[in-house]
């Protein structure tokens, strides 16, 4: 697994310092983890692939593609390993009205793509 991690921040064409940014690990972590000094919990592999949008079978054993689209990721399924709050954040953004809601969909937008 640790192999592979490096082969999708190298395929992503990011450091080790930018791969790890997203993920609240500094770029020693990742080293130590494509090296194999350090595994990886589960925690980690599932922001990962949800980060990166990479098929967690892929980074587990190597099967399949490195990526997944999207539409792969069936909404109950990301509900199920939602936390309370979490939870409590997507019903809460439902509530607000239609205008309100493009407002922050365009925020989060902007924000996401720098």
Known sequence: MNQRLKELRKTLGLSGEKFGEPLGVQRNAI?????????????????????????????????GDMFISTQAIPIDELLRE????????????????KDLRSQVLDHFKKTLQD
């Open 31 to 63: 080293s130590r983890i494509e090296t194999g000094k350090n595994g990886l919990s589960d925690q980690m592999i599932k922001l990962i692939c949800l980060t990166y949008k990479v098929s967690e079978e892929w980074l587990r054993t190597g099967q």
């Open 82 to 97: 939602a936390d309370p709050l979490e939870l409590k954040v997507i019903k809460a953004y439902f509530t607000l009205d």
